[in-house]
């Protein structure tokens, strides 16, 4: 039987803290930020957490379950 690969796409999109929670990074922070506010644009800046009903999906994913 082979082994369970992680998703790849995962992978590079999410970490685990130390205390098992994933970290993500925010979407809209790539291009077209003239119009974007400067206050939209810092909030985008700094990494969020995943949503609670997002979390199993994810860690599936990532092969933690």
């Keep these: ?3 369970m690969k992680t998703k790849s796409s995962a992978k590079k999109r999410f ?9 993500r990074k925010h979407a809209f922070k790539s291009h077209i930020l003239t119009k974007k506010s400067k206050k939209r644009k810092l909030k985008l800046t700094h990494a969020g957490l995943v949503h609670e009903s997002d979390v199993n999906s994810i860690k599936e ?5």
């Design 15 to 23: 970490k685990v803290t130390g205390s098992g929670k994933i970290k």
């Design 61 to 65: 994913q990532l092969r933690l379950k």
């Design 1 to 3: 039987m082979p082994k």
